[in-house]
């Protein structure tokens, strides 16, 4: 089935670093989310992102919209090691499939 | 406050049984859908349904089937449970018309 190209696919960094990681795909898609998962827990949503161009805050979380509607960033200032976990984006494509396509998702890992 | 459960949140079954995982959601969302979650693949859409007896196959529906008989649940049933089966499988669910969707804390299943 199609997949997000996500990357990358684990980062390990100091706590205080910032974190930037992306999704990059082959169709055109009309949202962008971001999802964290925490270790034996479900995605929550974090960023939602509707229109080309768009950036989104969510705290130390920011999002953007690529501008060619078929990739997708997010960046994490001053990381913390709460900030742990899996982070998935997703795409709802233009059309009848009305379904979300996944990325592969990012580890990240944060050292005190 | 509206929510979405899963149960069990860990199930050990035997190779050739019928297993069936709850979900259930209190939203009233028309919009429900089943993932699994392995590693090296993310999430893969198992089945989903857009409303009260509407079914849908995704990209790994293959010894799953689902029925919507109301609004609130979607079950998740494995006619015969097989070793490539275990995993995580989450719930999530979404409104009309909306793109974001809700994730449940998930299910592990091993088939043993």
């Known amino acids: 089935g199609q997949q997000l190209n996500q990357s990358p696919q684990s980062m390990f960094i100091q706590e205080g670093e910032d974190v930037s990681m992306n999704c990059t795909s082959s169709?055109?898609?009309?949202?962008w989310l971001w999802y964290k998962q925490d270790p034996g827990e479900g995605p929550v949503l974090l960023i939602a992102l509707y229109k080309a161009g768009e950036l989104t805050s969510n705290g130390r979380l920011t999002a953007q919209f690529g501008i060619t509607r078929k990739d997708s960033f997010l960046n994490i200032s001053a990381s913390i090691p709460s900030d742990v976990g899996i982070y998935f984006c997703?795409?709802?494509?233009?059309?009848?499939?009305?379904?979300?396509?996944f990325g592969t998702g990012t580890l990240l890992a944060v050292q005190p | 406050d509206a929510e979405i459960t899963q149960s069990p949140r860990h199930k050990i079954t035997e190779t050739g049984r019928q297993v069936t995982l709850a979900c259930h959601q209190t939203?009233?969302?028309?919009?429900m859908f089943w993932y699994r979650q392995d590693l090296g693949h993310g999430l893969r859409l198992i089945h989903y349904s857009y409303g009260v007896q509407d079914t849908n196959k995704g990209e790994v529906s293959d010894g799953y089937s689902v029925s919507r008989s109301n609004t609130e649940d979607l079950p998740l049933t494995l006619e015969s449970a097989a070793s490539s089966q275990t995993s995580v499988y989450f719930c999530?669910?979404?409104?009309?018309?909306?793109?974001?969707?809700?994730f449940g804390q998930g299910t592990r299943l091993t088939v043993v």
């Open positions: 997703a795409g709802h494509q233009y059309g009848a499939t009305n379904k979300l396509i």
């Open positions: 169709s055109i898609f009309n949202t």
């Open positions: 939203w009233n969302h028309n919009n």
């Open positions: 999530a669910s979404r409104g009309q018309g909306e793109r974001e969707a809700f």
